[in-house]
């Protein structure tokens, strides 16, 4: 019951931070980044479940999240250069590694709700 209510939770989580994406100039991708994970937990509520599509976006993200880590004004730079600047100081991110440093923390969610589910399942 409580893997189900999970689910739906991250469903909800993803599909609306898809929505916010919506007016970036990379909204193809990360619109596609989050609606295929809030889909995989939605077919996990109804028992439906594809173990190797999760390992391979599992995979990606945070082959993805490794690579924003370590990019010019990615979150080392975040946490080095700029020190942690606030990350909520407005939603328009003008500042590379502010945007970058989001998009990291975001696909390590999504990395956590898809191998909290691939662990459950199998």
């Not at 991708?29 to 509520?45: E, K």
């Amino acid at each position: 019951m409580i893997f189900s209510v999970l689910n739906v939770i991250f469903f909800l989580a993803f599909t609306v931070f898809a929505y916010f994406n919506l007016n970036d100039k990379d909204s193809w991708l990360w619109v596609s980044i989050y609606m295929i994970a809030a889909v995989l937990c939605l077919l996990n509520v109804f028992n439906i479940h594809y173990p190797v599509i999760t390992l391979i976006m599992i995979f990606f993200y945070i082959s993805y999240a490794l690579l924003l880590f370590f990019s010019k004004n990615g979150v080392w730079d975040w946490l080095t250069k700029y020190k942690k600047e606030s990350l909520v100081q407005s939603m328009q991110a003008t500042k590379p590694y502010i945007e970058k440093t989001r998009e990291f923390f975001g696909l390590l969610i999504i990395s956590a709700a898809l191998l909290m589910n691939y662990l459950i399942v199998n």
